[in-house]
């Protein structure tokens, strides 16, 4: 990832993305297994294989987000049955935060974390197949997202699967541009049913070790503006 310095004033930008990069491409995905009534997480960058036997594999690997991500409507699950093959597949969580699989039927999913998503699928399957063995994993994250904007290497939308800080951010946006001033950051916070609210956060203060406490982790739907 590339980093522009701003001058002299951010010489930490490059250190900064650096650190954030290796948060952002850390240990994370959610990959939940059952097996013999028991649940047994893992945490990956990849998705978790099966043996070779039968010839079948786990779908596409998850994304990297933490074990307590709660699902949400667009957000894109990878459903694999062992040695099902009509049973494994990948499924987008619908507006209505449902999803529809064969044998289980409709299921309420938004607001459950893969592992809660997974025992529900074991379940519902219990009444037809003996001692099913499920993986369910987060393939793509698209119910919860910030935006970054402004004088910021890397501007647009980013998926928030995991705690992510102001500080996080900037940095996975590839650090400010020359000029950008760095001490007048907004982040632009949506309120139900009233104006949005706007927060603060000077970089120069936070990376003295002052002022920490505007280093907020980001909230769905956060816009954050680098003037």
Same mark, same amino acid.
């Given at each position: 990832m590339e980093t522009r310095r701003l001058g002299h004033r951010c010489t930490g930008a490059v250190v900064l993305s650096g650190l954030a990069l290796s948060l952002a491409t850390g240990p994370g995905a959610v990959c939940a297994g059952f097996a013999g009534g028991r649940v047994a997480v893992s945490q990956a960058g990849t998705s978790q294989r099966r043996p070779a036997e039968g010839g079948q594999q786990s779908p596409t690997p998850a994304r990297q987000v933490t074990d307590d991500y709660t699902i949400g409507p667009a957000d894109v699950l990878a459903i694999n049955v062992w040695k099902d093959a009509e049973l494994t597949r990948t499924v987008t969580v619908r507006p209505d935060g449902k999803i529809s699989l064969p044998l289980v039927g409709e299921l309420e999913v938004s607001g459950l974390t893969a592992n809660k998503v997974q025992a529900l699928i074991v379940q519902r399957l219990a009444a037809y197949v003996t001692d099913p063995q499920v993986t369910v994993m987060i393939q793509d994250v698209k119910s919860q997202t910030y935006v970054i904007v402004?004088? /910021?290497a890397k501007t647009g939308s980013y998926e928030l699967g995991k705690p992510t800080t102001v500080l996080e951010a900037i940095a996975i946006a590839g650090g400010f541009l020359d000029f950008a001033k760095v001490s007048k950051v907004k982040i632009i916070r949506p309120r139900a049913g009233g104006q949005? #609210?706007? *927060?603060?956060?000077?970089?120069?203060? /936070?990376? %003295?070790? %002052? $002022?920490? #406490?505007? $280093?907020i /982790? *980001? %909230?769905n739907g956060d816009t954050i503006v680098v003037p």
């Open positions: 402004g004088k /910021v949005p #609210e706007t *927060l603060y956060f000077d970089y120069k203060q /936070v990376i %003295k070790g %002052k $002022n920490s #406490e505007q $280093n /982790v *980001l %909230k």
